[in-house]
């Protein structure tokens, strides 16, 4: 079992849309185990879709090389191939002088040769000299195919074909027609979420990579080591047993790290998913797991869900655990205001206002240490800022990243804490200790 990477020349160029329509198609006859470089919750989601396996993020500046490699063969058990999804330019990482966070750096930790997707519009000899300068500008990844996308007509991928041929060995695997009809919508965080029981986005697009030699992508991946391990799951877990933790999950709270969840449950937490959007009540739980999400675009629906709201409000009044990150903390405020002004209430944990605003605060990554002393890594990604009408003590002092207020995060009121920050179990040694047992 081995496993190729699926990077781009950049951001914009195709890459998701060709790397979910290979996991869709190869998943047609194989077991195929997705990943995704960086901090990403919705190109997982379509993975996941695609292939009927969960995605997993892997990032080298959140986890150690020790942990990634652990966790693609814990992932891959029972799978045929992996197909790792790049993040960004295949050479993006989170600085401009080192290949730390970048797609380059995982593929030559877990040895997988790299596809990488170019945009070839307008382009003809041009996308040799691309090819020639990803491939030269650092021999030890391994760049064992590319696929042009955005091919006008027969005339351009002739010349294509030509350029190709003559100026570089690296092998074509195909061509993609431009059709606009078969992009990914886009919204402001990213990519149009999907949920990964829906299958429209995948099925959409299986035929984008009609013209791509799948036995080819098969050759290439078959030229990596084998990475699959039986071993357990490497992440520290904790005793929860006995314990219940509601998670929201719908459009307006789906922005979760499939891995903390499954810690969770691996910890002996009993899980329970539910729909505030849909009008679901807070279950009976110990813990209030709130993730990210749009909850701006669903706030008419959330705020008029009064069980969730005063269940939330309750939960933290009692002593329980409530934990949430961007838009869970925007819902914990006392109220949300959206792109248009309008004024929605929200459980009220916090004397606080979620306003929308033009300014993005993100992507990027945040490292910050505890009022414990103890050092945390995480990521950060809105459009919105809280407004405090009451002095809250802060749970974190950034030294990267922006946070609630000039880089502190962490707003606490008792047991519960709302953050702008996500962490992932990786990237926190004691992660589930802290979602457990608070402060």
């Known amino acids: 079992m081995g496993g190729v990477v699926i990077s781009g020349t950049g951001s914009g160029v195709g890459k998701t849309s060709v790397a979910v329509s290979l996991m869709a198609r190869l998943s047609e006859r194989m077991r195929v185990q997705p990943f995704k470089v ?4 919705i190109d997982p989601a379509y993975h996941t879709a695609a292939t ?36 960004r330019g295949l050479y993006e990482g989170s600085s401009g002088d080192s290949d730390s966070g970048s797609t380059a750096e995982i593929a030559k930790m877990l040895g997988f040769p790299v596809i990488l997707v170019v945009d070839a519009s307008s ?7 691309i090819v020639n300068g990803f491939k030269t500008f650092d021999p030890s990844v391994d760049i064992a195919g590319a696929i042009l996308n955005n091919v006008s007509g027969e005339q351009h991928e002739r010349k294509l074909l030509e350029a190709m041929a003559a100026y570089t060995d690296v092998k074509v695997l195909g061509y993609i027609r431009k059709d606009s009809s078969k992009a990914l919508q886009q ?10 029981s829906d299958k429209w986005g995948a099925d959409m697009l299986k035929d984008l990579t009609s013209g791509i030699d799948t036995d080819t992508v098969m050759e290439i991946a078959g030229r990596a080591p084998d990475i699959a391990d039986e071993a357990p799951p490497p992440y520290r877990t904790a005793d929860g047993a006995g314990l219940t933790a509601a998670v929201p999950v719908d459009d307006a709270f789906c922005f979760y790290y499939h891995d903390n969840l499954e810690c969770m449950r691996e910890s002996g937490i009993k899980v329970v998913e539910f729909s505030p959007v849909a009008g679901d009540r807070l279950p009976e739980a110990d813990i209030c797991y709130l993730g990210g999400g749009y909850p701006e675009l669903f706030a008419s ?10 269940g939330l409000k309750t939960a933290c009044d009692d002593g329980r655990r409530v934990v949430g990150e961007c838009g869970g903390l925007m819902a914990m405020c006392s109220q949300i205001v959206d792109a248009s002004g309008n004024v929605h209430r929200m459980a009220g944990i916090f004397e606080a206002e979620a306003k929308m605003t033009d300014k993005r605060h993100g992507p990027s990554y945040v490292v ?3 009022s414990g002393g103890r050092a945390v890594k995480g990521h ?7 407004l405090l009408h009451k002095s809250y003590p802060y749970r974190y002092e950034l030294s990267r990243g922006t946070g609630i207020d000039s880089g502190r995060d962490g707003i606490v009121n008792r047991r519960s804490i709302g953050t702008y920050m996500h962490q992932h179990v990786l990237s926190s040694e004691k992660w589930i200790d802290d979602l457990i047992d608070g402060m």
Do not use: Q, W
Not at 187 to 196: E, H, N
Not at 301 to 310: G, H, K, L, R
């Open 368 to 370: 910050a240490e505890s």
């Open 380 to 386: 950060e990604y809105h459009y919105s800022d809280v």
């Open 187 to 196: 919204r402001y965080l990213g990519l149009k979420t999907v949920r990964p």
């Open 52 to 87: 009927g396996r969960n995605s997993r993020n892997i990032d080298s500046f959140l986890m150690s090389e020790e942990s990634i490699r652990s966790l693609v063969g814990h992932a891959s058990a029972g799978s045929d191939v992996c197909v790792v999804e790049g993040v």
């Open 301 to 310: 629906e959330i705020s008029a869900n009064t069980d969730f709201m005063e």
């Open 123 to 129: 382009l003809n000899r041009s996308v040799a000299a």
């Open 38 to 41: 960086g901090p990403d919750f």
